[in-house]
């Protein structure tokens, strides 16, 4: 009897295993890849599509979606509304010290506007974002960013497109000391306190393809915005074109012990309205961005417990843990803000373009700001570095594309490049002798963001098939005609002693890329789109 009854059973389950039906496998579903617009950067707009040929290839449903510049910025951070898009990393001084790049993986940098819009959380990763970030033994730190890149690689959240030379000119008739910097170009904000004017005109004219997002300090997300504010916002601390740390608004900054730091200021300093600046104004200004919804600096200032005034003109720092990186990257980042302005203002974020204040203490004044065709500052007399500037003013001429920017070089009406030349202008620099050309390497990097919250894109095994199926190096050889590398972890191998040479790799290969896919157990419908 209870033979029979296994027996039975058994039956009655094979019965039932052959009559429930298979569930079919469902489509993955379709990808739209979000760029520039070929006029903007036809690099990143053709980039797109080589990308999207090969994914269309391995059986995916890609749509390339071209968008204006200020509109994808807001699609990527602010809205975080996107399943892939190309942007880029500009490799700015600060940008050196590793904090910054693995702070855009840090799952605490996933919030609107923050720098972590395609949301990769990894615990493991983020305690070795804390441990590098306490770690003052340079040996050791090094050790625990080698680990961090090995670890969040093989994940792929991010592909790094490739980094690319910055290769521009300036009118060497019409002003000489004109130092780039890697990773800025000429484009820094040493430049308009170095150049020197050849003849008679000493206002220093720049040229680009893009204006601001906006130039509020508490609202803008790009480098084009930040790039100009600099020019007239003091910090406690700049990074010099040797990219050593050098006291500006700061007289002194000292660490008392490993999470306290005493800052003194300069005497005599004046906003750009005629009021002193002074400590009260320091530590506003971080208590300000600390209480903000603004996310844009929340990796610097993630250290910091709380600010005082200690004094007239002396500010104490009181850090939550040791950091590493604050004194030379924290303070040199915030924007000093005069707090008779800004403390009577609650969503600052909400302004509107003419509510936005302007008044700095830096070494040059906000004048003028015609969206779409130009920007204007003049020189600070009364700055502690007035001395120094050679020019009475800087103005900025925005252009619809490289190629107009390209053509008011030429004809003298620009004095610089804001941005890399294109390829194929290069040659005509060179050969132009009233320009200079010069190249400096990009620390910055180009990049494909995977929104991993979103299917298939939340998916490692399609991350990192979609990611062989990448052909990086015709990008470089054929878009940039070989003036860039091909990239591989966010820290970039020019920057050598914080670089990972010996993480994964993901080469060009569809067959890999395929078979990646079946092993995580993808396979292909009739029509050969991608199901699972």
């Not at 749509?63 to 510049?69: M, Y």
């Not at 053509?407 to 610089?416: E, K, N, R, S, Y």
Request: net charge negative.
């Amino acid at each position: 009897m209870k033979t029979k009854a296994i027996w039975l059973g058994a039956s009655l389950a094979a019965t039932a295993a052959l009559t429930t039906p298979v569930l079919a496998q469902e489509r993955v579903p379709a990808v739209e890849i979000y760029t520039t617009t070929e006029a903007y950067d036809p690099i990143r707009y053709e980039g797109a599509f080589i990308i999207a040929e090969a994914w269309r290839e391995l059986g995916l449903d890609v749509t390339v979606s071209p968008l204006e510049f200020r509109t994808l910025l807001d699609r990527f951070y602010s809205e975080q509304e996107f399943d892939a898009t190309i942007l880029g990393w500009s490799g700015r001084v600060d940008r050196l010290d590793p904090q910054f790049f693995l702070g855009t993986l840090d799952s605490r940098q996933a919030g609107l506007g923050a720098n972590n819009p395609g949301g990769y959380a990894n615990p493991d990763y983020d305690a070795l974002f804390d441990a590098q970030s306490r770690e003052f033994d340079i040996g050791e730190r090094q050790r625990i960013v080698h680990e961090m890149q090995d670890l969040y690689m093989g994940d792929v959240p991010v592909v790094v497109l490739f980094h690319r030379d910055e290769v521009v000119a300036y009118n060497n008739t019409a002003f000489t000391n004109m130092n780039a910097m890697a990773g800025e170009g000429l484009y820094s904000e040493w430049v308009p306190m170095e150049a020197e004017p050849v003849g008679e005109r000493t206002t220093l004219r720049i040229g680009g393809p893009q204006e601001p997002d906006n130039v509020n300090p508490l609202a803008s997300t790009s480098v084009w915005g930040w790039k100009w504010m600099r020019l007239y916002y003091d910090r406690l601390v700049r990074l010099s074109p040797d990219v050593e740390p050098v006291p500006w608004a700061a007289e002194s900054v000292e660490a008392v012990d490993e999470v306290t730091v005493d800052v003194t200021l300069r005497e005599g300093m004046l906003w750009h309205d005629g009021e002193p600046v002074t400590a009260e104004d320091v530590a506003f200004t971080f208590n300000y961005y600390m209480n903000s919804e603004y996310s844009y600096f929340n990796a610097y200032l993630a250290p910091i417990a709380s600010v005082e005034a200690t004094g007239d003109l002396s500010v104490r720092f009181n850090l939550s843990e040791p950091s590493a990186p604050f004194a030379t990257i924290t303070l040199s980042q915030i924007p000093i803000l005069p707090k008779h302005i800004w403390e009577g203002i609650d969503n600052p974020e909400d302004l509107t373009p003419d509510q936005i204040p302007t008044v700095g203490s830096g070494p040059f004044v906000f004048d003028r700001y015609d969206r779409g065709e130009f920007m204007s500052l003049s020189t600070n007399s009364d700055h502690f570095h007035a001395d120094n500037i050679a020019v009475d003013g800087v103005e900025f001429l925005i252009y619809a594309d490289a190629e107009g920017v390209f053509t008011a070089l030429q004809t003298g009406q620009i004095d610089m490049t804001a941005w890399r030349m294109e390829p194929g202008q290069i040659p005509l620099a060179e050969g132009n002798d009233d320009l200079t050309v010069v190249s400096v390497p990009d620390f910055g990097y180009f990049h494909m963001t995977f929104n991993t919250r979103r299917a298939p894109f939340d998916d490692r095994a399609a991350r990192r098939a979609l990611t062989m199926a990448m052909d990086r190096e015709r990008m470089v050889n054929v878009l940039l005609d070989g003036r860039g590398e091909v990239g591989t972890t966010v820290v970039a191998p020019v920057n050598a002693f914080w670089h990972n040479p010996f993480v994964e790799r993901f080469e060009y290969d569809m067959d890999a890329a395929r078979q990646e896919l079946e092993d995580a157990g993808y396979s292909w419908d009739d029509e050969g789109r991608l199901v699972r």
